[in-house]
T-cell receptor
Framework: GQQLNQSPQSMFIQEGEDVSMNCTSSSIFNTWLWYKQDPGEGPVLLIALYKAGELTSNGRLTAQFGITRKDSFLNISASIPSDVGIYFC???????????FGKGTTLSVSS | GAVVSQHPSWVICKSGTSVKIECRSLDFQATTMFWYRQFPKQSLMLMATSNEGSKATYEQGVEKDKFLINHASLTLSTLTVTSAHPEDSSFYICSLKGSGNTIYFGEGSWLTVV
């Protein structure tokens, strides 16, 4: 199945550090979404991006929709232990007919 | 409150039997619904996209005769796993596309085939 290129695959950081992860695609997307998923549950939307170049924040989270519409990044500032989890990017294609996920970034935060 | 209702939350079935999972939109009419499968420690893999009143579009490698998707109305889509085998055990989750490309996810369904 289709998947986006998401990196890094995993990160181990200290509490208080900033984190950055990104997703790239060979295809253009109209919408980029960033999710966090806890074990056994569905993904929870963190940030949605609908326009190329758009920079959006949600508390300590900031995400940007790449100008080429083929990439996006998510930053988490001043990480805390509850940030631990798996983060996924997802892109909705131009026709709106497929929402494709990245492979995920597993974040571990030590206090 | 929940926008998408998916059930059952979990189901155990015998090998060879069929299982139906429902995904229901509670607050809006969803013209497009997506079905995903997620194995442990892996990402969500798109299985198929369904549009109300038309046949589902399946991703490469997904057997359409095994995973039957029915999008009979603007508020209901079903996934039926036919002749289930232990390797079909997974987390299945639906999502709906609303206006303005807003995406809503169901709570997911754990399927265990014994």
């Amino acid at each position: 199945g289709q998947q986006l290129n998401q990196s890094p695959q995993s990160m181990f950081i200290q509490e208080g550090e900033d984190v950055s992860m990104n997703c790239t695609s060979s295809s253009i997307f109209n919408t980029w979404l960033w999710y966090k998923q806890d074990p056994g549950e569905g993904p929870v939307l963190l940030i949605a991006l609908y326009k190329a170049g758009e920079l959006t924040s949600n508390g300590r989270l900031t995400a940007q929709f790449g100008i080429t519409r083929k990439d996006s990044f998510l930053n988490i500032s001043a990480s805390i232990p509850s940030d631990v989890g798996i983060y996924f990017c997802a892109g909705l294609n131009q026709a709106g007919t497929a929402l494709i996920f990245g492979k995920g970034t597993t974040l571990s935060v030590s206090s | 409150g929940a926008v998408v209702s998916q059930h059952p939350s979990w189901v155990i079935c015998k090998s060879g039997t069929s299982v139906k999972i429902e995904c229901r939109s509670l607050d809006f009419q969803a013209t497009t619904m997506f079905w995903y499968r997620q194995f442990p420690k892996q990402s969500l893999m798109l299985m198929a996209t369904s549009n109300e009143g038309s046949k589902a579009t399946y991703e490469q490698g997904v057997e359409k005769d095994k995973f039957l998707i029915n999008h009979a109305s603007l508020t209901l889509s079903t996934l039926t796993v036919t002749s289930a085998h232990p390797e079909d055990s997974s987390f299945y989750i639906c999502s709906l596309k609303g206006s303005g490309n807003t995406i809503y996810f169901g709570e997911g369904s754990w399927l265990t085939v014994v």
